[in-house]
């Protein structure tokens, strides 16, 4: 495959693959991008190469997560030598003014996110991949570097404590809401 | 895959989310576009970092070199203020050891430079070896030769020193050789 060819199907796979590099980068904005940028840099320079054993998509998400990781790994070294001198922008900083702000009002999504963020991040990977990127198990388990028992262990775990948390916190909150919308009941 | 209720629950929401991460997306273009810009800057980089690499080998080298030839010229008077201890005691020891015992007026190497092969650094270690065996017999025979029966004092007695000196009878010398046989000279 050339690379225009290659840069066609990258453009294709692009804001799938936006959404999986934010998966791996803990939903932050700017590392995701930054990641997705260092995916193509490598593409380019031939260090990451299609040689056709997979599909393009499994290739190119197992590129993302490992270079997420190498990021990370990266800026945790960086902050270590630094000593924190180049401050981190909060989260709410990078997201201002974006359309996800006016998205993230929707209560139920921001117990989603919070409840996915708090999964392990081989559970929240699995997850992602089979219910965001409409991926097969096998094609997951691919993409993360594991069998396809691990992967269908990930899975069921994490499908079991997104659901737990997530009954919960529905609950929680149901509480909550009826008593702002009815002061007077218990 | 066939989905049960929570699960369609779960990909409900998954596909909000997705929705709301494309509007965010950046664009392809130029996320392409700067990923073609930045290997001209990791070029950079790693020209620098060779840069630096070379700098700092010099730096070794000099530094290696530079304390190599200050070790090297060190004061004649220090190796003669601190002989080696051992020269005295192996006159048969080779002669790269004993490099004071040579008669000569040059000054003696320092000690540093003695034994630079490996060979030799063997061979003064030999030596060492020999000097500290032949020290140890010297002190062992002496301790033979000083050593005392503890029973030897039961030996002694007060008669001893009548038997072993002459007679003191008030009588001089020349009396006393009268007693003895005459002989003919």
Known sequence: MDIAELKDE?????????????????????????????VYLKILEGKARFRGEASL?????????????????????????????????????????????????????KVFRAALQKLPPRQREALHLVFYQDMSLSEAADVMGISIGSARQHYDRGKKHLREWLSQTETEHGIEWRRKENPGAV | MELSGEEKKIQALFSELKTADEQTAPLFARTWNRAQIAPRRSRVFSFALAGSAILLFGALVSFALWSRYSAGSLPTNVAKENPPKVVNSTPTSNPVTNPTTSGSDKPAPPRRNIAKSPRQRINARHDFAEIADNRKLAQNAKAI???????????????????????????????LKSFLPSRPN
């Open chain 1, 10 to 38: 990258l453009e294709k796979l692009h804001s799938a693959s936006f959404g999986w590099a934010l998966n791996c980068c803990r939903r932050d904005h700017a590392e995701a991008e930054e990641v997705l940028q260092t």
């Open chain 1, 57 to 109: 998509k499994t290739w190119l998400f197992a590129v993302i997560r490992k270079t997420a990781i190498g990021e990370y790994r990266k800026r945790v070294v960086r902050n270590l030598v630094f000593l924190g001198s180049s401050e981190k922008p909060s989260e709410a900083a990078t997201t201002a003014g974006a359309p996800a702000v006016i998205f993230e009002k929707s209560e139920t999504q």
């Open chain 2, 145 to 175: 030769s000083d050593w005392q029966s503890p029973t030897a004092d039961l030996m002694n007695s007060s008669s001893d020193e009548l038997f072993s000196s002459l007679p003191q009878l008030n009588e001089n010398a020349s009396e």
